[in-house]
């Protein structure tokens, strides 16, 4: 039987142990969560769910080997165990940086299944600065492969509709394991920044870049 379906709060800032122990437990089990970072809410599921980043790709609209997701990191640190080694300058823009709304594309080491990479064997690596979301990544032991919930064409001209909780739930709320209300979050995206040749804004979002 599919689990009961539950909208469950959290609070950043103090996220309630008991419940980030939880649902990491759903995250282990290869369920798929919709959950708080920085910038919009994010379809979220253990880095070895293969079978959850399929489910992911269908709730998104697009098919896997087209799908760009982001690597959520809970610092910097561990971030270094998933990318070829840093230059100087990026590795000062990164500690700068994070946590923060940021997207940061870096070359993938072989710690990153090929599935997630981009042709150009990058990825998009994020440490939001969400208690909530460090708190969920540190408890499941490893990064979290997540998208944004905000449509890929973009068409939706109603924000709400991916910056509150209650609206996300009755959207995807029987689609996916669980929701977590961590607040109403901000319509912009995490501003994406290309490390992987010199560095480079591709995407002005969320946040101010010093380069």
Not at 34 to 55: G, H, N, W
Request: glycine share 6%; net charge negative.
């Amino acid at each position: 039987m599919h689990p009961i379906i539950m909208l469950t709060k959290l609070y950043n800032g103090n996220p309630n142990t008991r419940e980030v122990r939880r649902i990491a437990d759903i995250l282990r089990d290869g369920k798929v969560v919709i959950m708080p970072t920085d910038t919009l809410y994010a379809f979220a599921c253990c880095m070895d769910q293969k079978r959850a980043v399929e489910s992911i790709a269908q709730l998104k609209g697009f098919k896997l080997k087209q799908a760009k997701y982001s690597i959520l990191c809970s610092s910097l640190s561990q971030v270094s165990e998933y990318v070829r080694p840093l230059d100087r300058d990026v590795f000062a823009l990164l500690k700068a940086s994070l946590p923060g709304p940021f997207t940061f594309i870096l070359e993938a080491n072989n710690n990153v299944p090929r599935n997630y990479q981009n042709a150009n064997k990058t990825i998009g690596i994020r440490v939001p600065d969400n208690d909530i979301t460090r708190a969920l990544i540190e408890e499941v032991g490893m990064p979290l492969i997540a998208t944004s919930v905000r449509p890929i064409d973009n068409t939706d001209d109603e924000p709400e509709n991916y910056t509150d909780p209650d609206l996300i739930h009755d959207r995807f709320g029987s689609r996916v394991d669980i929701v977590v209300d961590g607040g109403y979050a901000e319509p912009e995206p995490s501003t994406v920044v290309d490390c992987s040749d010199g560095i480079e804004v591709v995407r002005q979002g969320k946040g101010q870049i010093d380069i």
